[in-house]
């Protein structure tokens, strides 16, 4: 069965420290994966897609398929950063999303 | 880029009654939408996959009957709660699916329904 694991409700880490996302995925096809961020009061946005292999506003995520995972990073932190990211993996065959749980990610001062 | 809109944002009804909401792709043609429910604190659950000009395909333990998708035209899909309860209050979200060039979802801004 498909599906998305992210282990941490929440992590909280310093102003400049390194951040590490942790997202692990279930999926008997070829995964498409993607990380979603979603601001206070905003709506839910693409942050980054594994097929573009871009970095955005410096976060990075690596597709790993013998660990069946797609850890979204960014070496220093900061305070605009903190948000809800869902990791999110395409269902091809029916273009439907299936979504994470979700991290909070919260960047200390 | 892509933008799709909700609407209402908010809206508060009585137990008993039906509300309707519309997603709208404003500057591009969608033909599948999707629905999706988040409760507070927690993930998107998808709830059903609109299909332009067909019958929505709903997920396992969402109800027909009681969520209807109508999604008559390109740029529109609307979900009308029927019966509302108290449980149904919840934050929806849609979002349209572009299919020209790399496959994205386009997320509205969701509307929030509580039901007294």
């Known amino acids: 069965a498909q599906r998305v694991t992210q282990p941490e409700k929440l992590l909280s880490v310093f102003k400049g420290a390194p951040v590490e996302l942790k997202c692990n995925y279930s999926y008997s096809g070829s995964p498409e994966l993607f990380w979603y961020v979603q601001y206070s009061r905003q709506r839910l946005q693409l942050l980054l897609r594994?097929?573009s292999r871009e970095s955005i506003k410096g976060f990075t995520a690596d597709l790993n398929k013998g660990e069946t995972s797609f850890h979204l990073k960014k070496p220093f932190a900061q305070e605009e950063d903190s948000a809800m990211y869902y990791c999110?993996?395409?269902?091809?065959?029916?273009?439907?999303?299936?979504f994470g749980s979700g991290t909070r990610l919260s960047i200390r001062p | 880029g892509a933008v799709v809109s909700q609407h209402p944002s908010w809206v508060i009804c009585k137990s008993g009654t039906s509300v309707k909401i519309e997603c709208r792709s404003l500057d591009f043609q969608a033909t599948t939408m999707f629905w999706y429910r988040q409760f507070p604190k927690q993930s998107l659950m998808l709830m059903a996959t609109?299909?332009?000009?067909?019958?929505?395909?709903?997920e396992q333990g969402v109800e027909k009957d009681k969520f209807l998708i109508n999604h008559a035209s390109l740029t529109l899909s609307t979900l009308t709660v029927t019966s509302a309860h108290p449980e149904d209050s919840s934050f929806y979200i849609c979002s349209a699916r572009v299919s020209s060039g790399i496959d994205t979802q386009y997320f509205g801004p969701g509307t929030r329904l509580t039901v007294l």
């Open positions: 609109s299909n332009e000009g067909s019958k929505a395909t709903y």
């Open positions: 594994h097929i």
């Open positions: 999110a993996l395409l269902y091809s065959s029916a273009s439907k999303i299936i």
